[in-house]
């Protein structure tokens, strides 16, 4: 994988975890916009655990 697209990638998945974990704590529970941020939170999470799986294979 290029280093590039993974650095990208990992960036892009920090600042939706950087600025959606905070958002939890602070949007009413039980809103929609409690929803629409857990969602996020956890579509980052997966995202990063796949791009980091992608980048250990492409370095065997």
Known sequence: MNPEIARA???IGSLLLVGGVP???VV???S???VI???TV???LVFMVAL???IR???R
Do not use: H, R
Request: proline share 4%; no cysteine; net charge negative.
């Open 37 to 39: 941020t857990g969602f």
């Open 23 to 25: 958002l939890l704590f």
């Open 32 to 34: 929609a916009e409690q």
């Open 42 to 44: 956890s579509i980052a």
């Open 9 to 11: 990638g990992l960036l």
């Open 57 to 59: 294979l492409g370095q």
């Open 52 to 54: 980091g799986i992608a």
């Open 28 to 30: 009413q529970p039980g």
